[in-house]
């Protein structure tokens, strides 16, 4: 990447007229006049909630669509490339594969989010830094404390660190309801019995009407060589996920764009990112403390990756970043400026 100062990925939610839609909506409005009368009486007499469909996703097509842009230490761009992912896993690889490139290349990320007229920045990966995180502190102490402070429960092991949230016990006004609507409904319930995740769910359900049993917990268990998430009662996992070290890119706490059929802007939530795929993380209880939990997931995850040596995980020293003005490399510690233009680690343009 000679000459490369900084790479653009943008997130795009593009849309078309569906003209098609004209002809759709004619022939929707004839038949409704046929079927007023049917109509009236089912809203009427149903007692359901049926979810209805926008219009406007009707008159509009829109897709997802990545742009990745190489700029000059003048903003200029070199080069750019629009992609249309196939699906949601294609589109996350497609990521992971440029963010790949970039920790290789050590070069600044800055990834944005562009709906209409409006950009969001919504993360900037540092190629060259471990997991290519901000160049800023970490205090693992400081975000253990925060999360303690949420409700959450840190464990340190020997060689991992296990982050435990558990769910709050149900209210007395909660059981009772639980337990008149597990009545009225037994009939329908019992469907889900053909399924082991419908048994387990019915189970637990029933269990926390009776107010017996442990909590559920969602436990996040970090260790040098994998981070792994999973939920639990008792004895009892389910929902488990692994991503392997050596796959782990980086670890975000930022909005993103969806895959889906109306390309839907995400809240930030906090994500894993690896090469083959995202996994976002199930804590919910510390959703006011994301940033620190983020903090604490990768001062830990280094800590560990350097006391393990023999796993090839550590890089073997500091390396340098491109700086994003002038593509100078240089050690982006906390604190630095780049030596040739004198912009602040962590400045982008």
């Not at 840190?154 to 007395?172: C, H, K, M, Q, R």
């Amino acid at each position: 990447m000679t000459g490369v100062a900084r790479i653009g990925l943008e997130h795009w939610r593009c849309q078309r007229f569906r003209w098609l839609a004209i002809l759709e909506y004619s022939l929707a409005f004839l038949c409704l006049l046929c079927a007023l009368p049917l109509i009236v009486l089912a809203m009427v007499f149903s007692e359901s909630d049926v979810e209805i469909p926008s219009i406007r996703t009707r008159f509009y097509q829109r897709w997802h669509q990545l742009r990745v842009l190489l700029y000059d230490p003048r903003g200029q761009t070199l080069a750019y490339l629009d992609f249309v992912p196939g699906d949601a896993e294609t589109g996350y690889r497609t990521v992971a594969s440029i963010l790949h490139a970039a920790m290789r290349e050590q070069v600044v990320v800055i990834e944005s989010i562009v709906q209409g007229g409006a950009r969001e920045v919504a993360e900037i990966w540092y190629g060259g830094r471990p997991l290519l995180a901000h160049p800023e502190e970490l205090n693992e102490e400081r975000s253990a404390a925060v999360l303690r402070q949420h409700g959450v429960e840190i464990v340190n092991e020997p060689d991992a660190l296990v982050v435990v949230e558990e769910s709050s016990p149900a209210t007395g006004a909660q059981r009772v309801l639980g337990t008149i609507l597990f009545v009225l409904c037994l009939p329908l319930l019992l469907v889900l019995a053909f399924s082991p995740d419908g048994r387990r769910r019915l189970r637990h359900a029933w269990a926390d009407v009776r107010g017996k049993g442990p909590p559920p917990r969602a436990v996040v268990e970090i260790r040098a060589e994998s981070l792994r998430t999973h939920h639990a009662r008792g004895d009892e996992r389910w929902d488990e996920q692994i991503v392997d070290g050596a796959d782990l890119l980086g670890i975000t706490f930022s909005p993103s764009l969806g895959y889906d059929e109306n390309v839907t802007r995400q809240a930030a939530s906090l994500r894993l990112i690896g090469l083959q795929r995202s996994s976002t993380l199930p804590l919910k209880r510390a959703n006011h403390a994301e940033r620190a939990l983020r903090d604490l997931l990768l001062s830990a995850t280094l800590r560990l990756r350097r006391a393990r040596p023999e796993l090839g995980l550590a890089a073997p020293g500091p390396a340098p970043t491109r700086c994003p003005f002038c593509a100078a490399l240089y050690l982006m510690d906390p604190g630095t400026r780049c030596p040739s233009c004198g912009a602040h680690a962590g400045q982008t343009p």
